[in-house]
């Protein structure tokens, strides 16, 4: 078992910066994928940005250039750095953990993201 704990979620104006961060701990095997994903009212849970254990990394279109996604291996630690926020990056974010090579995945519990004047 793997046990994400997410953390620094929040309102915040348009254009503005938040950092988010997500402790795994348990079970962690040393080939992984830790990621992000977000949902919406209404949407379909949808990829943010996910980083390997080896450090490659892949973001959705609509965040490329404004988020950051980097993780500490040593304290299984994942952060995504989002700047320049908009409106529409309103939702819950959740922070995913893909154990290698089984294709386990394991949720945290999700934190919410407002973007508003």
């Known amino acids: 078992q793997v046990q994400l704990v997410e953390s620094g979620g929040g309102l915040v104006q348009p254009g503005g910066s938040l950092r988010l961060s997500c402790a795994a701990s348990?079970?962690?095997?040393?080939?992984?994928?830790m990621g992000w994903y977000r949902q919406a009212p209404g949407k379909q849970r949808e990829l943010v940005a996910r980083i390997t254990s080896g450090g490659s990394t892949n973001y959705a279109d609509a965040v490329k250039g404004r988020f950051i996604i980097s993780r500490d291996n040593a304290k299984n630690l994942v952060h995504l750095q989002m700047n320049s926020l908009k409106p529409e990056d309103t939702a819950i974010y959740y922070c995913?953990?893909?154990?290698?090579?089984?294709?386990?995945?394991?949720w945290g519990q999700g934190t919410q993201v407002t973007v508003s004047s």
């Open positions: 995913n953990f893909l154990k290698w090579p089984t294709g386990r995945e394991y």
């Open positions: 348990g079970s962690i095997s040393s080939g992984n994928t």
